[in-house]
Antibody
Framework: EVQLLESGGGLVQPGGSLRLSCAAS????????MSWVRQAPGKGLEWVST????????HYADSVKGRFTISRDNSKDTLYLQMNSLGAEDTAVYYC???????????????WGQGTLVTVSS | DIQMTQSPSAMSASVGDRVTITCRAS??????LAWFQQKPGKVPKRLIY???SLMSGVPSRFSGSGSGTEFTLTISSLQPEDFATYYC?????????FGGGTKVGIK
């Protein structure tokens, strides 16, 4: 059974930093690209970032480019999101999501974690 | 960037109704489209991938169609557990983009 368990969310002041983690199990983690998707309170879904299987290929939404860094540790089956220079607009539930297929193209998401809430406020 | 325009943004329907939700892409995305269902306070759940393939375990009353720029999610006979918000996602190219969502409420 695929499981994705996020952690690291919480309350942070504007301008601060936070590192999210997503522990994966139930599948061969190193075979799949992984992503972060967020959802601001009462709003829709927003793709944040994707990382390829080897950790080299990364993609970011313009809204986070230069501030967020996605990474992974395949030896620990864990995905990360380092978030710097946080602003109120980054307040959201952050989900990690597994790519739905092993293909070279961008993929959608077949499994999602439960999410971790990040609140940016003074 | 590819924009995904989803319509309607909200609707009211009754149990047993046929429901159709549309997503339009600002440029062709072949069949690189997925549909997700999200209930309040819950995690999004994939219903349809590759525009028309049903995710394992999803009831057959859900179906997807379309290719290129126009896509449809159809619920053939709405059930009480289907009242939720539905999102489309294009994964033809980065940045990946979701539609704005369609909230299906009870009439």
């Amino acid at each position: 059974e695929v499981q994705l368990l996020e952690s690291g969310g919480g309350l942070v002041q504007p301008g601060g930093s936070l590192r999210l983690s997503c522990a994966a199990s139930g599948f061969i983690f190193s075979n799949y690209a992984m992503s972060w998707v967020r959802q601001a309170p009462g709003k829709g879904l927003e793709w944040v970032s994707t990382i390829g299987t080897g950790g080299v290929n990364t993609h970011y939404a313009d809204s986070v480019k230069g501030r967020f860094t996605i990474s992974r540790d395949n030896s620990k089956d864990t995905l990360y999101l380092q978030m710097n220079s946080l602003g109120a607009e980054d307040t959201a539930v952050y989900y990690c999501a597994k790519k739905g297929a092993i293909t070279p193209r961008p993929g959608d998401f077949d499994f999602w974690g439960q999410g971790t809430l990040v609140t940016v406020s003074s | 960037d590819i924009q995904m325009t989803q319509s309607p943004s909200a609707m009211s329907a009754s149990v047993g109704d046929r429901v159709t939700i549309t997503c339009r892409a600002s440029q062709g995305i072949s069949n690189y489209l997925a549909w997700f269902q999200q209930k309040p306070g819950k995690v999004p759940k994939r219903l349809i991938y590759a525009a028309s393939s049903l995710m394992s375990g999803v009831p057959s009353r859900f179906s997807g169609s379309g290719s290129g720029t126009e896509f449809t999610l159809t619920i053939s006979s709405l059930q009480p557990e289907d009242f939720a918000t539905y999102y489309c996602l294009q994964h033809n190219s980065y940045p990946l983009t979701f539609g704005g969502g369609t909230k299906v409420g009870i009439k």
